[in-house]
């Protein structure tokens, strides 16, 4: 038997996925997505719904996907993207190249202290693959810090 999860008024519903961000994403094919989805991104299912939904989880946080009834859904852009931590983005990398990924951009530094790539999943939307490099000050490159941790 699964945890209840919090919500942010503390209340615990254990049909809903851990994490505070839970994207929404609207698939075709919603199973050949799931196992996109768990195959080159490492997700556990935790929850399908009637075959329409299916709740993924990731180290805590999670990603919702829906099954399209048309092909779209009110205006989707399909230019959104995901952000994914990993501990070793070279090594995921290299095991998602071995695959038929969509290879956007290759691993990269990026000044904000983040070494990513991009694939894109069979719907066309980029998740990006970051791993932290360097703890940096966003004001160095142009951040501001609203609120620190």
């Given at each position: 038997?699964?945890?209840?999860?919090?919500?942010?008024?503390?209340?615990?519903?254990?049909?809903?996925?851990?994490?505070?961000?839970?994207?929404?994403?609207?698939?075709?094919?919603?199973?050949s997505?799931?196992?996109?989805l768990?195959?080159?991104?490492?997700?556990?299912?935790?929850?399908?719904?009637?075959?329409?939904?299916?709740?993924?989880?990731?180290n805590?946080?999670s990603?919702i996907?829906?099954?399209?009834?048309s092909?779209?859904?009110?205006?989707?852009?399909?230019?959104?993207?995901?952000?994914?931590?990993?501990?070793?983005?070279?090594?995921?990398?290299?095991?998602?190249?071995?695959s038929?990924?969509?290879?956007?951009?290759?691993?990269?530094?990026?000044?904000?202290g983040?070494?990513?790539?991009?694939?894109?999943?069979?719907?066309?939307?980029?998740?990006?693959?970051?791993?932290?490099?360097?703890?940096?000050?966003?004001?160095?490159?142009?951040?501001?810090?609203?609120?620190?941790?």
């Amino acid at each position: 038997m699964s945890t209840p999860t919090a919500s942010a008024r503390g209340r615990a519903n254990r049909s809903m996925p851990p994490g505070t961000i839970i994207p929404e994403l609207v698939y075709d094919d919603l199973d050949s997505a799931v196992a996109w989805l768990c195959g080159m991104l490492g997700f556990k299912e935790r929850l399908r719904i009637r075959g329409h939904r299916v709740q993924l989880v990731l180290n805590g946080a999670s990603v919702i996907a829906i099954a399209s009834a048309s092909g779209s859904r009110g205006g989707l852009s399909m230019d959104h993207s995901i952000i994914v931590r990993v501990e070793d983005v070279d090594a995921h990398f290299d095991r998602v190249r071995k695959s038929a990924a969509t290879i956007v951009s290759a691993p990269a530094d990026y000044p904000y202290g983040e070494r990513q790539y991009t694939i894109a999943d069979p719907s066309g939307r980029h998740w990006t693959c970051s791993q932290s490099i360097a703890d940096v000050d966003p004001a160095e490159w142009g951040g501001v810090l609203v609120e620190s941790t």
